[in-house]
């Protein structure tokens, strides 16, 4: 870390003049890194909020697309084309370590611990928020990496766009909301079909000359309803169902899935200083492959919670309560099985003039592997016109159900795997530099002899993220630098799919009093994969850019990979070359 350490000591210290005379953009607000709603440069963690603004720039066909090239830390990789399995990595730890939330709801799989990303399109995003480091003092397990959370869509009027690109690729999508009585509703519809492009490359195993399609449906609606002056309820719904075409030793191999989530959530304001939140949900991960190893897999979850904040003072939030949770998942042939987990939570974040400070505890109880307890301790200061803050937090991932019950793999004594990380971070303006380490232990791997899953492993993530976001003019720009490793403490290999250096620039902005141009820049190093593979390093340039013919009528549109790199996400699987699309919209 010496390397490391003398590179953000020489940033702090020499770039403050020219960071202190740089426009500063209004900070969005963000409720993920302590579930209570601030601004961004307020919070005392390392963040990235997403926008609709963002969202509609973009004009990206995924979420995978969305995040990839605007989010320090992360890393991704798919197996081929649109409906693929695509993992996400955050900060060198597992792709099972980072929790997903749509609208406050789990929705990854508890067999495999993984989140469908291709489930929910980026027309029905309304933001994404994207908190790296450990949070398992307030959300309990999986949160060693981090945590990403996307809030569904909330349409005002109507909205309307069509349109397709390379690949064959078709999509629409549709969304009302407005008022209804007191309160308001909201509801997108969405479809995306493509006739893709052949799932490996032809050197890989089981490759078939053939396009792997895909077709996804969706479908994300809301209701706000006030009940009386202090109360509120709030209905959110998400459902997808997909089908996809992928390469396997059978031809034409398929699977078919579903994924969706719900919530309601009653917010009362008790006292001036005493607010509660109650919320009910669940969700479903459902997934059917036809191929010579066929699987169907099903998962639900189901959850209860209840938060209060309560301000002290005008420096000290109190925020506390309790989770319950209940977890079901079945593997046809192999197992059927169920657990809860109860959890206790509190926290307290106190700011002053020069200082602040953050205390987190919480105990989970878990059905099968017992009690287990993560702190956090978090100090911020000003520091010039900026703030440094430095945090230690431990967390934990509980086993999955593979790991605990598919024959001849998982073992019902498998323990959680558990972290502690330290942090050093630094904001101002629209500049952030963390300096992170992580150390995970109990890591679960399979033992080599027996096939059996053990808690054997040891690693260790550190790294240095830069980031700098300044609105120019008209023009917004926004890049993110990357230095990390990811090693097996055993070996001191590095961890699979983790890419050492990462660079990210994004700029959009007018062109004339009608149209929008920008531009995405992207370069990701090396990585070693599966068989002891290196994956090359590659750089992505897309442009977007939009034409605005009134107010209710635009024409958008993209182009993705325009110097047609050839690259790989993962080994012998394939990626698209130069594409383009376009959308007419309308918006009344």
């Given at each position: ?34 579930r209570t709603a601030q601004s961004a440069d307020e919070t005392l963690a390392s963040v990235t909020v ?239 492959s036809f191929d010579s190893w066929p699987s169907k897999i099903t998962t639900r979850r189901s959850g ?104 001849f793999y998982g073992d019902p004594d498998t323990k959680p795997e558990e972290s502690a990380s330290s ?166």
């Amino acid at each position: 870390m010496n390397q490391l350490q003398l590179s953000i000591t020489a940033l702090l210290l020499g770039s403050s003049t020219l960071i202190q005379a740089a426009d500063e953009a209004i900070s969005p607000l963000i409720v993920t890194a302590t579930r209570t709603a601030q601004s961004a440069d307020e919070t005392l963690a390392s963040v990235t909020v997403i926008t609709r603004e963002e969202i509609e720039t973009s004009q990206a066909n995924s979420l995978m697309e969305l995040i990839q090239g605007r989010t320090v830390g992360l890393d991704i990789s798919r197996n081929g084309g649109p409906g693929s399995n695509t993992s996400v990595y955050l900060r060198g730890s597992e792709s099972d370590h980072v929790l997903v939330l749509i609208d406050g709801v789990r929705v990854a799989s508890v067999t495999t611990g993984s989140f469908n990303w291709a489930s929910i399109p980026a027309a029905q995003i309304e933001r994404i928020e994207i908190v790296r480091g450990p949070n398992s003092t307030l959300y309990g397990s999986d949160a060693i990496g981090g945590v990403i959370q996307i809030f569904t869509r909330k349409a005002q009027g109507t909205q309307l766009s069509v349109g397709g690109g390379s690949y064959n690729t078709k999509k629409a999508t549709v969304g009302n909301g407005g008022s209804l009585g007191n309160g308001n509703y909201h509801i997108t519809l969405d479809h995306q079909q493509s006739d893709g492009f052949s799932t490996k490359i032809p050197t890989a195993s089981n490759y078939e000359a053939d396009n792997d399609a895909y077709k996804k449906d969706s479908v994300t609606a809301g209701l706000s309803l006030p009940l009386g002056t202090t109360t509120n309820l709030a209905l959110n719904l998400f459902h997808s169902s997909a089908r996809n075409e992928y390469d396997a030793s059978t031809p034409d191999a398929y699977a078919v899935s579903r994924n969706s989530s719900a919530d309601a959530a009653l917010d009362w304001q008790t006292s001036e200083d005493w607010a509660q939140r109650f919320v009910l949900s669940s969700s479903e991960d459902f997934s059917e492959s036809f191929d010579s190893w066929p699987s169907k897999i099903t998962t639900r979850r189901s959850g209860l919670s209840w938060q209060n904040d309560i301000s002290l003072n005008e420096t000290t939030l109190l925020t506390f309560g309790a989770e319950a949770q209940r977890d079901n998942g079945e593997n046809k042939d192999n197992f059927k099985e169920e657990v809860n987990n109860n959890a206790l939570f509190g926290q307290s974040q106190w700011s002053g003039e020069q200082y602040d400070i953050l205390v987190g505890l919480r105990s989970d109880k878990h059905s099968k592997y017992g009690s287990h307890s993560t702190g956090r301790l978090t100090l911020g200061s000003r520091l010039g016109n900026g703030r440094l803050f430095a945090s230690h937090a431990t967390a934990f991932k509980a086993p999955t159900f593979n790991e605990l019950y598919y024959p001849f793999y998982g073992d019902p004594d498998t323990k959680p795997e558990e972290s502690a990380s330290s942090e050093l971070g630094y904001r101002l303006g629209g500049f952030q530099a963390s300096l992170f380490q992580t150390k995970v232990t109990n890591l679960i791997q399979s033992d080599p002899i027996t096939w059996l899953v053990v808690n054997i492993g040891k690693a260790t993530l550190e790294g240095l993220e830069l980031e700098y976001n300044q609105q120019v003019g008209g023009w917004q720009l926004n890049s993110g630098l990357t230095l990390q490793k990811a090693e097996d403490d055993a070996t001191g290999e590095r961890l699979l799919r983790r890419a050492e250096k990462k660079l990210f620039f994004t700029a959009n902005g007018p062109v004339s009093g009608h149209g929008t141009i920008g531009i995405e820049a992207s370069y990701t190093g090396p990585r070693m994969d599966y068989g002891s593979v290196e994956l090359t390093s590659y750089t992505l340039l897309n442009l977007t850019g939009e034409y605005r013919f009134s107010k209710q009528w635009s024409l958008s549109g993209r182009i993705e990979n325009l110097l047609d790199e050839d690259y790989m996400l993962a080994n012998g699987y394939n990626t698209p070359g130069a594409s383009a699309y376009a959308n007419i919209n309308f918006k009344m």
